[in-house]
């Protein structure tokens, strides 16, 4: 049975950091691409960042270059979003995605969503 779940949100001050994780279960971990995925209040799911089954990141929002990072260490088998000067715009609830195979690959390539965590809420306010 797959599992993903995620971790670590909270509230946090504009201009703050936060470090998001996502542990994998009940798949091959190291074969599958990983992205993280948010939704804001009223708005629609959207892809932040995604990496590929050997680490390279694959897409990066516009919105959060130079801010976000993706990572994933294969042998936890686990993805990090590490997010820093947060603005209240990335408010939302934080997700982690995978697919089974086929698989999307290659530059600008998301997973479409065949399995989901529960999500993990980030809210940036003062």
């Known amino acids: 049975q797959v599992q993903l779940v995620e971790s670590g949100g909270g509230l946090v001050q504009p201009g703050g950091s936060l470090r998001l994780s996502c542990a994998a279960a009940g798949f091959t971990f190291h074969f599958h691409p990983i992205g993280w995925f948010r939704q804001a209040p009223g708005k629609e799911r959207e892809a932040v960042l995604c990496?590929?089954?050997?680490?390279?990141?694959?897409y990066t929002a516009d919105s959060v270059k130079g801010r976000f990072t993706i990572s994933r260490d294969n042998s936890r088998s686990s993805v990090y979003l590490e997010m820093s000067d947060l603005q209240p715009d990335d408010t939302a609830v934080y997700y982690c995605?995978?697919?089974?195979?086929?698989?999307?690959?290659?530059?600008?390539?998301?997973?479409?969503?065949?399995?989901w965590g529960q999500g993990t809420q980030v809210t940036v306010s003062s």
């Open positions: 995605a995978t697919d089974r195979p086929p698989f999307r690959i290659g530059g600008g390539a998301c997973p479409r969503g065949d399995y």
């Open positions: 990496v590929g089954s050997v680490g390279g990141t694959t």
